[in-house]
């Protein structure tokens, strides 16, 4: 990188404020440092009480530029916030795997649907007294067939001066494969990115923060190559936070988060901003 290269402005949303209250402290930690410029919270979640609002408010209002939008729940272990919401399992939503298979098989009603995200950004405009910024999806459930639909025509009634994430690196399908989860965000955030332009609902133009985070890689590195390539306006995803029995009960997502949050949280990561010719929005 050279100084001659133009300044990249991007987002850097944590996602799951509400998961847990040792994930929220993170997350309102580095909104405060201005380590990151967004976070998406889960209404659904377990860790959203007032305190826990009121403090991410506090958060926010040191970092003024910083956009809290809604993080939209369709899988497991969570609720639904309707009451005749199907199908479920067990009360909840279905698991990962099956939501995604019933959506591409088409067995899912889009009118249901539709009524779950509308009654989940209700929620949001009552605890954060206005409406998202932004809105997203926790696993990437906006982007899945029958409910990509439900939850654009959600966003343009009910929210529509919020911007919504695509999950797609814009980039041919055959050049780059990376991870097959990227591969799969990729497909999937293709038509996607047509409904949202065809209903003239803004998004991001590029998107970076999928990996395996099973395999606990060094986040710095990949921190470097989520940035390369990412256009001025793209988002990268991260899931900082401390880890907790409530995270431990809900998400399999755990210590790699608090690696999440060191490298964010230290010396390092603005040095790479720097080389890299990106900051912040």
């Not at 402005?9 to 410029?37: F, H, K, M, Q, T």
């Not at 025509?153 to 690196?169: D, E, L």
Request: proline share 7%; charged share 20%; aromatic share 8%.
């Amino acid at each position: 990188m050279t100084d001659a290269e133009p300044l990249r402005r991007i987002w850097l949303c944590a996602d799951d404020y509400g998961i847990s209250p040792g994930v929220n402290r993170g997350i309102r930690e580095l909104i405060e440092r201005r380590r990151i410029n967004a976070t998406s919270v889960m209404v659904t979640g377990p860790a959203v009480g007032r305190d826990e609002i009121d403090a991410l408010k506090s958060a926010t209002a040191t970092n003024p530029h910083c956009a809290v939008g809604l993080h939209a729940v369709l899988t497991a272990p969570f609720h639904p916030l309707t009451m005749h919401f199907k199908p479920l399992d067990g009360g909840l939503f279905l698991p990962l795997a099956k939501m995604l298979r019933t959506s591409l098989l088409a067995r899912l009603d889009r009118e249901i649907i539709h009524a779950e995200f509308v009654a989940q950004i209700s929620a949001f405009i009552a605890l954060m007294g206005r409406a998202p910024d932004y809105v997203d999806g926790h696993q990437h459930v906006q982007v899945f067939p029958q409910v990509r639909d439900a939850f654009l025509a959600a966003v343009k009634s009910h929210a529509p001066n919020a911007w919504v994430r695509q999950c797609g690196r814009n980039r041919p399908l055959l050049q780059g494969l990376g991870t097959p989860k990227a591969l799969v965000l990729d497909v999937l955030s293709r038509q996607f990115r047509r409904k949202a332009a065809r209903a003239a609902i803004a998004f991001n133009p590029g998107f970076a923060g999928a990996y395996d985070f099973t395999t606990q890689p060094e986040f710095g590195a990949l921190m470097q190559s989520f940035l390369e390539g990412l256009p001025d306006g793209g988002l990268v995803m991260c899931h900082p936070g401390f880890v907790d029995d409530v995270l431990v009960s809900l998400d399999p997502l755990t210590d790699q988060r608090e690696r999440e949050y060191a490298y964010l949280a230290g010396d390092d990561f603005p040095t790479l901003l720097a080389h890299s010719r990106v900051a912040l929005r």
